[in-house]
């Protein structure tokens, strides 16, 4: 038991306050001072740049926040509506630039008809299919493209308007041009696809006859009316709905032009009355940003101190117990 003592009381080690504080106020002060000093700049540089960087600034509240995202979103909202709206005004202008159909003359419109009578051979009703087939195959057909191989056939095509009767079994075409020629043209170009057509029918139910039943030529004045008048041999065949009004057409797409241009107005206006937040809050002035610089300066002061007072205890001790060894 008297061996264990004596190894414990061996192991003991004897310090002095007075020397440590000597050894680590006196001998070592240099290091205590500079990592003192290492710490304060370090410190105070950090929340120095932070807090400077910061001046007349400071984090927004939840409700502040909200407000200036629902104005930017609202703006930004605007802006987009405002560039699709573009684009669609570029197309509607390529159209009116481009369109045979817009820029002919309202007061001079050049104009075919062309009226075909589906009979069956046999005396029966007429297959409400083999109609839509004609009407169809018209409208989507290729020969729009070799009218014009200047002009985009998608406005050679708008030239010619298809519609039938499934009552009386009859297709009525009107065609409208800018001049007699073109009027001409589409016209034999139509009756060639028809013939066409119809031989392909008649190869899988000869049933079928169809037959050019009237066709006629002339000009109308549709700029101040969005009627057509037809002669008098048509009147009672072809209804307005069953003609193309140039002047219905211009008047749409010039409307479609205002009503554009009106949205953007409109959107330009909501812009010009839209309010920025502009919150008025308390800003960080530049004493503030001193103030804790220098707070963050002695903090890093008094950690250095700590620092360098904990790592020389430990350096005493150490040194103390190599000198009993």
């Known amino acids: 038991m008297s061996e264990n003592n004596d190894s414990i009381s061996s192991n003991i080690i004897t310090i002095s306050l007075k020397d440590m504080n000597r050894y680590i106020f006196k ?51 605007y802006l987009d509506d405002i560039d699709k709206t573009n684009e669609k005004i570029a197309a509607e202008t390529e159209y009116q630039q481009n369109s045979v159909l817009y820029n002919i003359d309202a007061a001079n419109v050049y104009r075919g008809n062309l009226i075909y009578s589906i009979l069956p051979s046999d005396g029966s009703s007429v297959n409400s299919e083999i109609i839509s087939s004609y009407v169809s195959y018209i409208k989507n057909a290729d020969f729009y493209k070799s009218i014009d191989e200047k002009t985009d056939a998608k406005y050679i095509r708008e030239l010619v308007l298809v519609t039938a009767d499934v009552q009386s079994d009859m297709i009525f075409i009107s065609i409208v041009g800018d001049t007699e020629d073109l009027v001409s043209k589409l016209s034999k170009a139509v009756q060639k696809e028809m013939g066409e057509k119809t031989a392909e029918i008649q190869k899988a139910n000869s049933n079928y006859q169809i037959s050019l039943i009237s066709e006629a030529y002339y000009t109308t004045n549709d700029s101040v009316s969005s009627s057509v008048n037809s002669p008098d041999n048509f009147g009672t065949t072809f209804s307005n709905g069953e003609f193309i009004n140039v002047f219905s057409i211009k ?58 007072f904990l790592i020389l205890m430990i350096r005493y001790c150490h040194g103390k117990e190599k000198e009993k060894n």
């Open 27 to 77: 001998e070592k002060k240099k290091i205590v001072i500079i990592l003192m000093l290492i710490f304060a700049i370090l410190f105070g540089l950090i929340r120095g740049v932070t807090s400077f960087r910061n001046v007349g600034k400071i984090p927004a509240t939840k409700e502040e926040i909200a407000s200036e995202e629902t104005y930017r979103q609202t703006k930004q909202n």
């Open 251 to 308: 008047k749409t797409h010039n409307d479609t032009m205002t009503g554009y241009n009106n949205v953007i107005a409109a959107d330009n206006n909501a812009l010009n009355n839209l309010q920025d937040p502009n919150i008025d809050i308390e800003k960080v002035q530049t004493s503030d940003a001193a103030t804790a610089t220098v707070k963050a300066a002695v903090e890093g002061l008094l950690l250095g101190f700590i620092l360098a």
